[in-house]
């Protein structure tokens, strides 16, 4: 199975900040990963999917990068409502395995 | 647009079987592919499975797979997660969802929670 690991656990940001979050991946997983926000108390929402392509109606300050096995979420700019924990999953084969997560609190 | 909503008992024994029902509304369910994951309290997101449209072909997560059953009902848009013999590390808020186009999660319920406890 694809094992991923995601750095850091956890970042602690200020509004306005830009925030790095890297996912990486045992194996070659090409470009099908995809990042996923969630707050507590509800669902995950889909960010990103295919590594860099945007969600309809995810805002611009958010991206993805990368292929293989090493991939990035940035956001820029950072608001009140990015506060949430990010996780990556690949959908290269299966089990599709998510990341463990990356809390972004305020610092 | 299509909605999710999970439905099952919130209180399973130990040793007996966890169902539960995501039924999809505002789409098909013959179109697209579904998924269940679930989160334990504090925890990550788990990956539990995976089932095509057409319901012929599934994909579980190993760790489960001896224990677990995920069908489609397209007569009543719903599929189905059935998962035996649980235990307290069952205990967990599933959630399920819709995987598009390079299977990717963009449609999730709001998730159900379920306790395993006697």
């Known amino acids: 199975d694809i094992q991923m690991t995601q750095s850091p656990s956890s970042v602690s940001a200020s509004v306005g900040d830009r925030v790095t979050i890297t996912c990486r991946a045992s194996?070659?997983?090409?470009?099908?990963l995809a990042w996923y926000q969630q707050k507590p108390g509800t669902a995950p929402k889909l960010l990103i999917h295919a590594a860099s392509n945007l969600q309809s109606g995810v805002p611009s300050r958010f991206s993805g990068s990368g292929f293989g096995t090493d991939f990035t979420l940035t956001i820029r700019g950072l608001q009140p409502e990015d506060f949430a924990t990010y996780y990556c999953q690949q959908t290269n084969s299966f089990p599709f395995i998510f990341g463990p997560g990356t809390k972004v609190d305020i610092k | 647009q299509v909605q999710l909503q999970e439905s099952g008992p919130g209180l399973v024994k130990p040793s007996e079987t966890l169902s539960l029902t995501c039924t999809v509304s505002?789409?098909?369910?013959?179109?697209?592919?579904w998924s269940w994951i679930r989160q334990a309290p504090g925890k990550g997101l788990e990956w539990i499975g995976f089932?095509?449209?057409?319901?012929?072909?599934?994909n579980y997560n190993p760790s489960l797979q001896s224990r677990l059953t995920i069908s489609l009902d397209t007569s009543k848009n719903q599929f189905s997660l059935k998962l035996r013999s649980v235990t307290v590390a069952d205990t967990a808020l599933y959630y399920c969802a819709r995987a598009s186009v390079v299977l990717e999660l963009d449609v999730w319920g709001k998730g159900t929670t379920v306790t395993v406890s006697s």
């Open positions: 089932l095509s449209y057409s319901g012929g072909s599934t």
């Open positions: 194996q070659d997983i090409k470009n099908w």
């Open positions: 505002g789409g098909s369910i013959s179109s697209y592919y």
